[in-house]
Nanobody, 123 residues
Framework: HVQLVESGGASVQNGGSLRLSCAASGYTYNRNCMAWFRQAPGKKREGVARIATGSGNTYYADSVKGRFTISRDNAKIEVYLQMDSLKPEDTATYYC?????????????????WGQGTQVTVS
């Protein structure tokens, strides 16, 4: 049974920083894509950043490029999201997602496992 557990969400002031963490348990394959998505009230879930094993290739949404950094620990199957220069429009519930296999996608549908979400509020 695969579980993803996020942590690190909080309320911060405009311009502040947060670091989100996501730990996967029960997953035994070493090739996967891990990603962060977010969803604000009344809006669609959107991809924020993703990172693949092996290549280590990363992708960022234009809205967070230059402010957010995704990284991972392959041995622990953990992924992190360093968020700097936070803006009120970054306020959302942030979800960690894992897709089995090497390919990463912008769309949420190919991801196999999801965390419960962690709230980030910027004011």
């Amino acid at each position: 049974h695969v579980q993803l557990v996020e942590s690190g969400g909080a309320s911060v002031q405009n311009g502040g920083s947060l670091r989100l963490s996501c730990a996967a348990s029960g997953y035994t394959y070493n090739r996967n894509c891990m990603a962060w998505f977010r969803q604000a009230p009344g809006k669609k879930r959107e991809g924020v950043a993703r990172i693949a094993t092996g290549s280590g290739n990363t992708y960022y949404a234009d809205s967070v490029k230059g402010r957010f950094t995704i990284s991972r620990d392959n041995a622990k199957i953990e992924v992190y999201l360093q968020m700097d220069s936070l803006k009120p429009e970054d306020t959302a519930t942030y979800y960690c997602a894992l897709r089995a296999g090497a390919a990463c996608y912008t769309d949420a549908r190919p991801y196999d496992y999801w965390g419960q979400g962690t709230q980030v509020t910027v004011s």
